[in-house]
């Protein structure tokens, strides 16, 4: 993925997850919005996926994303919370978190692009 990310002029600075999601720590070029970065992630990986796995064709992505920007002062925070992915979801679902989210931040969702 931090390949991909470099491919589209990007800088993939920690990249992290759990089986049901992926977290992406990356600055983002001026030249590209986080959907269009977004979609040449998903597809690219999609595709090499396929290719080279060929006993995971059922591999997918949900069809929507998150995206957040992130303060430089904020950085090393949001760093450690990606770097921490899997012991964090022992404590609390993707699901709950995220949801819990939106909803403190009063930022509108669709059911039907978050959750596969």
Known sequence: MAGIVKECGGKAHLINGTTDHVHMLVSVP??????E??????????????QELPGRREFGWQRGF????VSRSRFQQVYEYIAG???HHQ???FKKE???FFEKHEIEYSETYVWP
């Not at 970065?37 to 597809?43: D, F, N, T, W």
């Open 66 to 69: 998150a995206a957040f920007s």
């Open 85 to 87: 992915q899997e012991e």
């Open 37 to 50: 970065l977004m979609r040449h992630v998903k597809g690219s990986l999609s595709r090499r996926v396929h």
């Open 30 to 35: 001026t030249s590209l919005s986080a959907a």
């Open 98 to 100: 995220l949801t819990a």
């Open 91 to 93: 404590k609390v679902s």
